[in-house]
């Protein structure tokens, strides 16, 4: 009949004008993760691991677990095969996202909300075990990571956005407001991917390592870490 004709060209219409869009929709994935292939993302995430652990599972206070923590990247560290270990409570482009409140005198009035930035809290060797070089200054120091002292790394974004034209090392950072001590930048790590890999260069806070008995480790290998990691 007319109607069953009419009904059976509607359907064709359909098809094809669904085939279509998961075409252009086929066609632009497929372009974006070539994009993506080719995005330079600021460091050489294939022979990295990542592990983490809570200690406070298998009976260890904080004192115990930190003596653990210590002993457990030195033999890391000594590993046949293992380039550098440290500590990294998030690694560039992972899931989950950290963010730390900040204010910059001058910048910001002591009523000011405070600025919330991406940030991560890492050890002594992570820019080596990332393969984030820094630009300017220091990492930190072992012992600044073991008393979480008052000192931060920032990079080139958060330092163009905050001190643009001046040198960051040596500034103050406060994440407890104007009345408290603040962070001291000592160093100044090159810009890389933090959320995502088509973002554009987006400001970053590395502070010392937290005293906890959770562990979260970034080990660098001279293989893949699909083969590195058993």
């Known amino acids: 009949s007319a109607s069953a004709g009419r009904l059976r060209y509607a359907l064709v219409v359909a098809q094809l004008a669904l085939s279509l869009v998961l075409l252009v929709a086929g066609a632009l994935l497929t372009r974006g993760l070539l994009r993506a292939r080719g995005t330079e993302l600021g460091f050489d995430p294939s022979p990295l691991s990542s592990l983490s652990f809570d200690l406070q599972m298998n009976g260890y206070d904080e004192a115990s677990a930190l003596a653990f923590r210590k002993r457990l990247i030195a033999e890391l560290s000594a590993t046949p095969g293992v380039s550098a270990a440290a500590l990294a409570s998030r690694l560039p482009l992972a899931p989950d ?124 290998t001279g293989q893949p870490a699909s083969a590195a990691l058993p």
């Open 97 to 220: 996202v950290n963010m730390e409140g900040v204010q910059i005198r001058g910048l910001h009035q002591p009523k000011d909300e405070p600025t919330p930035i991406d940030a991560a809290r890492v050890g002594s060797d992570y820019f080596k075990a990332v393969g984030v070089p820094l630009l300017e200054g220091r990492a930190f120091t072992d012992d600044e990571v073991e008393r979480e002292a008052k000192v931060v790394v920032v990079n080139q974004a958060f330092a163009r956005k905050y001190w643009p034209g001046h040198s960051a090392l040596g500034q103050s950072v406060y994440v407890a407001g104007f009345e408290h001590e603040p962070h001291v930048v000592v160093g100044v790590a090159r810009d890389h991917k933090v959320r995502t890999v088509g973002e554009p260069s987006t400001p970053y806070l590395h502070f010392p390592a937290s005293r906890s008995s959770r562990i979260s480790l970034v080990v660098r």
